[in-house]
């Protein structure tokens, strides 16, 4: 519980840091206006620079800004979410496999069974799954621990795949507002021409803006994409060291037909193998 609400404070913290980020270089980085000439000074006033702010590039990039913005807070959300996920001190955490190796050095499973229950982690879920087969013998264990693996990784991996998806629709949406900067911009010639240089430099502006954006959004999204998948089969290696030092020299032989879990058997035997005349299923106590 307290490892879940500190997750979401540091992801909470990273999207607010962004967003404090962003509202600081709004602001107006030259806020003085340029000295008047002297009074009687023949020589012409220098032309006044105009400083352009983050809101001022926002406001050219136009509609398309909007869902860049959304994009790059889900790139700060899954980028902190995913590297504290992918952390093997998170996905086995020291206390737990320590506490888990002193109970089956004790070869109290079903008290394993129960802490594995009890907490909530990576480590836990697939050290309950391996215990809930040990009566099934070596094989079935063996099966079930690498299946549970398997679902974790897929687990995470989908997380991280969406990283990969914003960096490949960010572009794309990057090129809707360039071509919807092309068409102002040959609609602008069309009316006024090139008389008004104002209005066609603007919707260049948007034209730029717009793609600028969405390359700086996608480009680190591939980049974190890359690092956390590495990141992640390191963390899966440890893990199933982890798991595997465990259920080594496991005594299968002592622990045959033992229902260490909780979960309900629904399968019995057909109701035609020992059943009387009428048919009836036979009920089978496990």
Known sequence: MIQTFFRGFVRLSACAMLLAGNLMVVAPMHGQEPAAAPAGE????????????LMDRFREGGWVMYPLTLCSVALVWLTVDLWMRTALKSMAPPAQVGQVQDLFRAGDYVGAYQFAKNNNSYFADVTRVGLSFVGEGQNAVEEALFSELNKTNATIQTRINYLSVLGVCTPMIGLVGTVTGMMS?????????VG?????????????????????????????FYILRNRLQGSMHGLQEIISSLFRKMPYEHLKDAHVGEEEFYAALPNWVAGGNDGAAVAVAV
Request: net charge negative.
């Open 196 to 224: 008004d240089p104002s209005k066609l430099s603007g919707a260049i502006g948007e034209v730029l803006v717009a793609t600028a954006s969405g390359l700086a959004v996608a480009v680190p999204a591939f980049m974190v």
């Open 185 to 193: 911009a040959f609609a602008t010639l069309g009316t006024s021409g």
């Open 42 to 53: 023949a020589a012409a006033a220098a032309p006044e620079v105009h400083q352009h702010t």
